[in-house]
């Protein structure tokens, strides 16, 4: 059988943001901006870091452009609430040849909480998978809701 | 750091349809057709017009290709409900250079409160990334319930 | 007016599968691995088979690809209760020349049901659409919940 010449994501980088706005939408999307992921056509992605994929601390990809990404988010109108959201990524010893793992979870909840979640949740993945965890990378972000508040964590996958 | 060679879209173009179905996804997959894109495979993306990228009334792609599409809908089962979507889109003064913004929303409401909604919507996040704002593209869907409606509005991402 | 170059796949595949996890979101995950498509970044698409696009009962996808999927899935947090998804594909007659239609389900009932759902929500369709079909395909999973489980069925659309 041919094989299958698909796109496979040469780097990844976290993002993570907060923000407020007028609406549910107007809140995300500022809340994307506050992650600087504002000016891409961001595509949900489920959730793996390809064979060889590299850790970028930073990133430079032109406005516009379609962009994979696994995320948690949550938006909540409720004054005074603390929400949170956090991405994880599970690295294997032999990252050169296995997948890693990407996890995200969001909830009222301190980020602390989020991030321990999210920590649990590759542990649990990657032990599934039996690989085992070289590390463990992670972001978060967490919001005290003033009107209409968002929070958004992500893991970008491009190049 | 080398430059990622990304996928930007070049044109832009509005749809919008409404209709009925015997389940909820046959109604969703009828309002795409009656939007003349239910013969597509259509992605969701979030939600930027990339600088440069022109708007065409009118589009030609063939079946089953992939689309990328910033979309708001809803599916209601009341028989009697108004329910309506709406997109727009925010052109900035600098369009060649910059990006525009599209909003989506939808509701149980009538055409008009939802056109209205994604225009101050748009307004809104054009303010909040301080462009100009040289026009407000929209389109929208109203539907009266029959059995099980649905609506849909969106911005094709395309070429 | 220039043709769009766009991506049209051109193969389809079949995929189903069952898990359990400590959390919604690792048994979703272990679902995927259960249906032989845990280790590939998967997007959500809706829901054409593209004219001349091939049956293909196996596939080999590289780790950590970009794949496109319309798809149907449930996760429950009830012990005891029964989940299952369904996809099911109308395959034109005139399937070299015409498109296919993917529709997806998911429910707390045996899988006879979502089976018998996919079915007719695929007729209703083709029926909508004024094609004839030659055939219909299609999967399910069923599952007990035990902590959380997760059932999720597919069309992989890929090559």
């Known amino acids: ?28 999307d500022n809340a994307l901006l506050s992650a600087n992921v504002g000016d891409y056509n ?18 430079k990809i032109e406005p516009g452009s379609i962009v994979y990404c696994a995320y948690g988010f949550i938006i909540c109108n409720l004054p005074g609430e603390i929400i949170s959201s956090a991405v994880a990524v599970g690295v294997s010893n032999d990252y050169e040849l296995e997948s890693g793992l990407i996890m995200e979870y969001s909830s009222k909840c301190i980020k602390t909480v989020s991030e321990e979640k999210v920590k649990s949740m590759v542990v649990e993945g ?4 039996k690989k085992d ?10 919001h005290e809701v003033k ?7 992500g893991v970008l996958l491009w190049g």
């Open 147 to 153: 009107k209409i508040g968002a929070v958004f964590s």
């Open 126 to 129: 990657m032990t599934y998978r």
């Open 133 to 142: 965890i070289k590390d463990i990378l992670f972001t978060s972000s967490e």
């Open 1 to 28: 059988m041919k094989h299958f010449s698909s796109y496979i994501p040469k780097y990844f980088s976290l993002v993570t943001g907060k923000a407020e706005g007028n609406t549910k939408l107007t809140a995300f």
């Open 42 to 59: 961001i595509v949900k992605v489920s959730s793996i870091i390809p064979p060889g994929c590299v850790f970028m601390s930073d990133y």
